[in-house]
């Protein structure tokens, strides 16, 4: 009974790649990074997570980097003449007593020449550095195209949206 038990358990993490991890930074919480899995010849990814501060001070984000990708930049999304595209910003600001959400459709760190392909159930490290907090090395986790993510804002592997980045 005790090995069916455990074996359930062993089953249920495995199906669950998305579990719950987070990081902590100063008064900042780095919640849940994860990035996607991708096909073997794209030119790049993402990462994603979430930023709480429940700090009485602002922090910004001010960069990141990993030895997976030759380049990583704070990239946004906004709407111009109707189209969704993607733009680098110098710094994500985090304002005291909130949440900033790094999804995709909006805030991402954007990974340029991947050394590897990104495949589901694996992860890499990242460094972000805050202005305040510093610098923290989190484990992005690589989920599923299938994952519970799918269907949260546009998806960010569209080609066409990275059509401003070959010239990079
Ligand atoms: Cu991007």
Redesign the pocket.
């Known amino acids: 009974m005790l090995i069916r038990t455990l074996s359930l358990a062993a089953l249920l993490a495995f199906a669950l790649p998305s579990f719950a991890h987070d990081y902590k930074a100063g008064d900042l919480t780095i919640d849940h990074p994860w990035s996607r899995e991708l096909p073997p010849n794209a030119p790049?990814g993402?990462a994603y997570f979430t930023l709480k501060n429940p700090g009485a001070a602002a922090d910004r984000l001010l960069g990141a980097n990993t030895p997976r990708a030759q380049k990583a930049?704070l990239?946004t999304h906004v709407h111009q003449n109707g189209l969704m595209k993607?733009q680098?910003v110098a710094a994500v600001e985090i304002p005291a007593k909130s949440e900033v959400a790094f999804q995709p459709g909006g805030n991402?760190v954007?990974l340029f020449g991947l050394s590897q392909p990104l495949k589901a159930g694996e992860q890499f490290p990242l460094t972000l550095e805050f202005e305040k907090a510093g610098k923290v090395e989190v484990q992005v986790k690589v989920e599923g195209a299938d994952g519970h993510h799918m269907g949260q804002g546009m998806d960010?592997q569209m080609p066409m949206?990275?059509g401003d980045?070959q010239g990079h």
């Open positions: 790049a993402a930049e990239h993607m680098r991402h954007m960010h949206e990275h980045h």
